[in-house]
């Protein structure tokens, strides 16, 4: 007597029946399908044996079940997208959520470089320099009204130029009569030490630091023969062609100071009164 063959769930024979072997044991078709197969996320009918069964996140589908839920179009073979557990083929996904390029009027497509900027968006290669028409990409732009520029486009239409190099200034720098400057172009005139933060005054229309214009400019105290520049609130008294650093000013015999008070002159020098008595 021959060894029975049956169906592991129904018991039924299996011989000359088709059958699957699932879990090492042997189920009739319909057995199998009601204990093995997933059932539809679409539909809610079981996928049989025999159908391609597609899955995704955790989802099973009938192949022609698997489809776009805008335009009905298969997504078997076709680039898919999930929103709010709705599938969308590309196309319809694009159309709904997607942006489009404000240069380009073209959608930008998920997973493509973009750039946004002031609510706007652009495809990468879309973005371009106003002036050069180059791609700025993730470089450094400027915005003018509607249009944008690459910063050294930008520097060479409007930047102010420096009076002394005549090179963009971009930012930063010195004004000295209306002009602009870059900091490292406003120097003394004579020694040519940067004058930026530091007191200065001109003569004709030329910058000096403080030491070269005494140097060459002041006059000399008659008796430390150092500049009388006046500035720090420096006062000087003056007398003929002759001049003093306050301080400076005093008997030429005695050192008192003559600041307020009577002086004699003596051929170079100047005599208090006391002094002065002494010669008679």
Do not use: K, V
């Given at each position: 007597m021959s060894e029975r063959?049956?169906?592991?769930?129904c018991k039924e024979s299996l011989y000359g029946r088709k059958y699957i072997q699932a879990e090492d044991n042997p189920y009739c078709?319909?057995?199998?399908?009601?204990l093995f197969a997933n059932t539809c996320d679409e539909c809610k009918e079981l996928i049989g044996h025999d159908s391609r069964e597609l899955f995704y996140e955790d989802r099973h589908y009938h192949e022609h079940c698997f489809r776009c839920f805008r335009c009905d179009r298969s997504l078997a073979d076709e680039p898919f997208t999930s929103q709010d557990d709705a599938l969308l083929c590309n196309d319809c996904y694009c159309n709904e959520f997607s942006s489009k390029c404000v240069a380009c009027d073209k959608t930008v497509?998920?997973?493509?470089r973009k750039l946004e900027y002031a609510g706007?968006?652009?495809?990468?290669?879309?973005?371009i320099c106003n002036s050069c028409q180059q791609p700025i990409g993730s470089k450094s732009f400027i915005p003018d009204k509607d249009d944008h520029y690459c910063v050294p486009c930008y520097e060479n239409k409007f930047a102010p130029r420096c009076t002394r190099c005549k090179q963009a200034l971009a930012k930063g720098g010195v004004t000295y009569r209306d002009e602009p400057w870059h900091k490292e172009c406003f120097v003394c005139t004579s020694c040519k030490v940067q004058l930026a933060g530091q007191h200065f005054t001109s003569r004709d229309d030329s910058p000096y630091c403080l030491k070269c214009f005494g140097n060459l400019y002041a006059k000399k105290c008659e008796a430390c023969k150092k500049p009388i520049t006046g500035f720090g609130g420096g006062k000087y008294i003056s007398f003929e062609d002759r001049?003093?650093?306050?301080?400076?000013f005093t008997c030429s015999r005695c050192s008192v100071s003559l600041v307020g008070a009577g002086f004699f002159p003596e051929q170079d020098d100047i005599l208090c009164r006391n002094c002065n008595s002494n010669l008679e």
């Open positions: 063959f049956d169906c592991d769930n078709i319909p057995c199998y399908d009601s497509m998920p997973g493509t706007s968006t652009w495809h990468e290669g879309c973005f001049q003093w650093h306050q301080p400076c």
